[in-house]
């Protein structure tokens, strides 16, 4: 059940002008001094690829002290949390083939530096979660060295092969199961240098049950975000893995409550709501891939694809399901082209979709770069290349691999966006500090709005009593809407409103919070 949030007064956001309201205020642009609430139960996260974000010892590449000075620049967006894609040691650029599950990849830094990092964070009131990669090591990783070389408590620890193996079975993208030399073969459902975890052995959850515990205790992060966490057992080894899986999900949050009882257990679980639903039961939180596809094809677009109404239908399962759950929200990630790839460029719907995220529910993550409007199209290392923060080039920005996509440095570095007022940037400051200053924006469900129109998307943030009506023009044209006659105040607008009564028309690409 989530708790009662305390109402803070109203403040009227706006940007843009008109007269159809003589009683307004003068319009208001974002500030550090928006007040927040504070005692909200959800969070706006950040996720952050720590090789490519910022480089604080001139190596040109990103790591945990050049983090660690962007959390001014974090804080004044809005950002109360924080995930960190791996930070273990390991082979590989992306970090997700982990060697050594209780210490710091040598490039980010050391532990110190990531104990630093997370006492600054929290200095900031900003939660830190890291990726926690249980699913599968690195081949490289001792265990499995061990494994091979026949040790036989270490061999245990991975899946094998039997008699009863089809050794030709490929996995949900076509990839092959089974790997090695010789007989048995091994299992790796992502790729040879990942060899999969054997979770019927206790030993093994044992092994993870402390590194989280060095994690939470040593360290002082706040939760783990928690890839594949549909594959610990996988469809390969049992027909019920899904049930299998929620089990050691429940045992495993159990373990991580009791060290710290607000850690945050956020899977990656890409399947359908009924299957998310199960992890639910084991899981704090899961990412609602759904709606991300939903937002983006809304505003590309420019007519609603059922965001509310099918976000209000996946809600109503999840709390049937799982009691307390919380819906984290995105519109891409490191897996993902990015958001203005997606949108070919155009910054009017990058805003709406911005604007949609953080007036729905849930725990919105924004990844990093998104709100300069950063592009990049697969292969994965380019929805993963270095933020720009100046617009000419700088010993904070990284280099490790070579710019394909975003070489506008004067229209996406951080420093042109903030000397922009029209600028992405400053859209989503604004959304955030508004998103933020509203408990029903922060905590509030979501019911679908009886207002229909084409080109708008309409819902209610709903807690108890109390509600606001949500609109987003998503087109180029203005819309007029017949009010119901609760709606009279406007909390929150960012273009022209024109009203005659209970009549109002919104202008293009715009959006209006309504109070009772």
């Known amino acids: 059940m989530r708790k009662r949030i305390a109402w803070i007064a109203p403040i009227v956001f706006m940007s843009g002008c008109t007269d159809a309201f003589p009683g307004e205020e003068e319009a208001m642009k974002w500030s550090k001094e928006t007040p927040f609430v504070e005692d909200a139960e959800s969070r706006v996260y950040y996720e952050i690829f720590v090789r490519a974000f910022a480089d604080g010892d001139g190596d040109g590449i990103g790591d945990l002290k050049g983090a660690t000075n962007k959390l001014d620049y974090l804080q004044d967006l809005g950002i109360n949390g924080i995930w960190l894609m791996p930070i273990n040691p390991s082979p590989s650029y992306h970090g997700y083939d982990v060697t050594n599950y209780t210490d710091v990849h040598p490039d980010y830094g050391s532990v110190e530096d990531m104990k630093t990092f997370v006492e600054e964070a929290h200095n900031r009131g900003i939660d830190v979660i890291i990726d926690f990669v249980m699913n599968h090591s690195s081949s490289e990783h001792p265990w499995f060295q061990k494994a091979l070389a026949g040790d036989e408590p270490y061999r245990d620890y991975y ?22 030399e010789g007989e048995p073969k091994y299992e790796g459902v992502f790729w040879h240098g990942m060899p999969d975890m054997n979770f019927a052995n206790p030993q093994v959850m044992d092994e993870f049950k402390e590194a989280s515990q060095f994690w939470l205790e040593e360290v002082g992060i ?109 519109l891409t990630n490191h897996d993902i082209d990015r958001v203005m790839s997606q949108l070919n460029g155009n910054e009017e719907h990058a805003k709406m979709a911005a604007s949609l995220l953080l007036t729905l529910p849930g725990n919105p993550y924004l990844y990093y770069g998104e709100e300069v409007g950063l592009e990049g199209m697969k292969p994965d290392e380019h929805i993963r290349e270095p933020m720009i923060w100046k617009k000419d080039k700088s010993p904070e920005e990284t280099t490790w691999i070579e710019r394909r996509y975003s070489t506008n440095r004067e229209k996406v570095a951080v420093e042109a966006q903030l000397e922009n007022e029209d600028s992405l940037l400053h859209h989503y400051r604004e959304i955030i500090a508004v998103r933020r200053s509203h408990p029903l924006l922060m905590d509030g469900e979501v019911k679908v709005s009886e207002i229909k129109k084409e080109g708008l998307v309409a819902f209610e943030r709903v807690f108890d009593k109390e509600s606001v009506l949500v609109m987003h023009n998503l087109t180029g044209e203005g819309v007029n809407v017949q009010l119901p006659e609760q709606w009279v105040d406007v909390y929150y607008r960012n273009g022209d409103l024109e009203q005659d009564g209970q009549s109002v028309q919104l202008a293009p690409y715009s959006t209006v919070v309504f109070s009772q």
């Open 159 to 180: 899946v094998w092969s039997d008699e009863s193996t089809n050794l030709n079975q490929v996995g949900d993208w076509q990839q092959p199961v089974w790997h090695g």
């Open 222 to 330: 706040d939760g783990f975000r928690l890839d594949a966490a549909k594959y610990l057992y996988s469809a390969y080894q049992l027909e019920d893995h899904h049930e299998e899986n929620v089990a050691l999900w429940k045992d495993f949050n159990a373990h991580v409550k009791g060290i710290k009882p607000h850690t945050m257990l956020v899977g990656e679980v890409w399947d359908s709501a009924s299957v998310v639903g199960q992890y639910l039961q084991g899981l704090d939180s899961g990412f609602n891939f759904d709606l991300s596809s939903r937002i983006l094809s809304s505003v590309q677009q420019e007519r609603d694809t059922g965001i509310a109404s099918g976000l209000e239908k996946v809600r109503n399962h999840f709390s049937s399901v799982a009691e307390g759950y919380v819906d984290s929200t995105f």
